[in-house]
């Protein structure tokens, strides 16, 4: 059986990373996670874990999954087109978002076939 421990210094440095993405203080991220500022420098920071509803609610917050939070298992949040697509699903509508993705297979679709003919 694998183990699995978590780093809470560098889930905390991932946490923190999300909520500088955002340009979110602390006072404000925590406001909008429900939890207090102490509690988040004290999570941010490695020092306290967080419960799973706090994981829980910085994953639905940050579109990140909790295997990122967790292990740090996804796309760098830093990544520009990771970036881009999380504003972009802040603006609009999951059936304007899911319009899109679909015209954008499309897209990808018809250009592949330009390609291999």
């Known amino acids: 059986m694998d183990t699995y421990t978590v780093d809470l210094e560098s889930m905390g440095k991932r946490i923190r990373e999300l909520r500088n993405t955002q340009n979110k203080t602390q006072e404000v991220f925590a406001d909008m996670i429900h939890i207090s ?5 004290l999570i941010e920071q490695g020092k306290r874990t967080a419960s799973l509803d706090v994981v829980a609610q910085i994953a639905y917050t940050c579109h ?4 990122y939070l967790l292990f740090g298992k996804q796309e760098s949040p830093s990544s520009e087109n990771y970036k881009f697509f999380n504003i972009l699903c802040r603006q609009y509508s999951d059936t304007e978002i899911k319009r899109a993705l679909k015209l954008f297979a499309f897209y990808l679709q ?6 291999y003919p």
């Open 110 to 115: 018809l250009d592949k076939e330009k390609e």
């Open 37 to 41: 500022s102490s509690y988040l420098a």
């Open 64 to 67: 990140v999954s909790v295997d």
